[in-house]
């Protein structure tokens, strides 16, 4: 389990209201120190969270993957070290786990600078400054043609009880031949399961059928759709996911969910309607 910051410095979420307080911030870094648990998921462009994180990593004591965006017009041999080394500094890392090309579609475009984006990185891999350069992507498709161009340590994808892409059995074939290891997030969609009927209706008029059926599998069932989302999860057998929440409560709850024994109850429905399973459309 990897815990998700978006919601540390950024109100992120189709149901998020609010950003995190610091009270709860307090309480959810208190519990992963007793814990043991050190992976953390973050982003250059997440608001504050880097100084969030940066405030309790004590002696390096967590495991960080960041996420990095890349402009079109900059001198990209230089901005992407600079950048790097800012982040690092607001997160009071020596380095960084894994880092991510989060708009890695810039590869598709005939830009110049493409050798330099990837020279830079693999500079920053060999003074281990990065362990693994990954792409952030929201279709295999997208992946398929990523590769092509550079083949990376890792990958960062969505998986959901409605958006299975990345677990078909020729996906991970693909990765598995190329090496390619690969970290789910998005396991409840944004908030998209925690709606309630009206608010779905509202957002996803489309696809309200879909949810009715959801919500009465869960209704039926007596499972919550926190259960739910991760029964399913449990179910994959993953080696690497990321958790987002909103409260000290919800990541207790959801902690707690994780270690609780397997329970094979969950409605899932993998569907292809782009205009729900990607956030980028909505």
Same mark, same amino acid.
């Given at each position: 389990?990897?815990?998700?910051?978006?919601?540390?410095?950024?109100?992120?979420?189709?149901?998020?209201?609010?950003?995190?307080?610091?009270?709860? +911030?307090?309480?959810? =870094?208190?519990?992963?120190?007793?814990?043991?648990?050190?992976?953390?998921?973050?982003?250059?462009?997440?608001? /504050?969270?880097?100084?969030?994180?940066?405030?309790? /990593?004590?002696?390096?004591?967590?495991?960080?993957?960041? *996420?990095?965006?890349?402009?079109?017009?900059?001198?990209?041999?230089? !901005?992407?070290?600079?950048?790097?080394?800012?982040? #690092?500094?607001?997160? *009071?890392?020596? $380095?960084?786990?894994?880092?991510?090309?989060?708009?890695?579609?810039?590869?598709?475009?005939? @830009?110049?600078?493409?050798?330099?984006?990837?020279?830079? +990185?693999?500079?920053?891999?060999?003074?281990?400054?990065? *362990?693994?350069?990954?792409?952030?992507?929201?279709?295999?498709?997208?992946? @398929?043609?990523?590769?092509?161009?550079?083949?990376?340590?890792?990958?960062?994808?969505? #998986?959901?009880?409605?958006? $299975?892409?990345? @677990?078909? /059995? /020729?996906?991970?074939?693909? +990765?598995?031949? *190329?090496?390619?290891?690969?970290?789910?997030?998005?396991?409840?969609?944004?908030?998209?399961?925690?709606?309630?009927?009206?608010?779905? &209706?509202?957002?996803?008029?489309? =696809?309200?059928?879909?949810?009715?059926?959801?919500?009465?599998?869960?209704?039926?069932?007596?499972?919550?759709?926190?259960?739910?989302?991760?029964?399913?999860?449990?179910?994959?057998?993953?080696?690497?996911?990321?958790?987002?929440?909103?409260?000290?409560?919800?990541?207790?709850?959801?902690?707690?969910?994780?270690?609780? &024994?397997?329970?094979?109850? =969950?409605?899932?429905?993998?569907?292809?309607?782009?205009?729900?399973?990607?956030?980028? +459309? !909505?």
């Amino acid at each position: 389990m990897i815990l998700g910051t978006a919601q540390f410095g950024n109100k992120y979420g189709v149901t998020n209201k609010k950003q995190i307080s610091s009270t709860d +911030l307090d309480k959810i =870094f208190n519990y992963l120190f007793k814990n043991n648990l050190k992976k953390i998921d973050t982003a250059i462009g997440y608001g /504050n969270a880097e100084k969030i994180i940066g405030k309790y /990593n004590l002696n390096n004591y967590f495991d960080i993957s960041t *996420k990095i965006f890349i402009p079109k017009n900059v001198n990209f041999s230089l !901005w992407i070290e600079e950048e790097i080394y800012k982040s #690092l500094k607001r997160t *009071k890392s020596k $380095q960084y786990e894994n880092l991510f090309i989060h708009n890695p579609n810039i590869f598709f475009k005939k @830009i110049q600078n493409l050798d330099k984006i990837l020279n830079s +990185l693999e500079i920053l891999k060999k003074r281990k400054i990065i *362990k693994n350069i990954g792409f952030s992507v929201y279709s295999p498709r997208e992946i @398929i043609k990523l590769i092509k161009i550079y083949k990376p340590d890792l990958i960062q994808a969505p #998986l959901n009880i409605f958006d $299975q892409r990345f @677990i078909e /059995n /020729n996906f991970i074939k693909l +990765l598995n031949k *190329k090496n390619i290891k690969i970290q789910y997030r998005s396991i409840f969609l944004q908030g998209v399961i925690f709606m309630q009927k009206k608010e779905f &209706k509202k957002k996803f008029p489309k =696809f309200i059928s879909l949810f009715n059926q959801y919500l009465d599998y869960i209704d039926t069932n007596k499972i919550s759709p926190l259960e739910n989302s991760i029964n399913f999860i449990k179910s994959k057998n993953l080696k690497s996911f990321i958790i987002g929440v909103n409260s000290y409560n919800h990541f207790y709850e959801v902690h707690n969910q994780i270690k609780k &024994k397997s329970n094979k109850v =969950f409605f899932e429905k993998s569907v292809s309607y782009k205009k729900l399973i990607n956030p980028n +459309l !909505w």
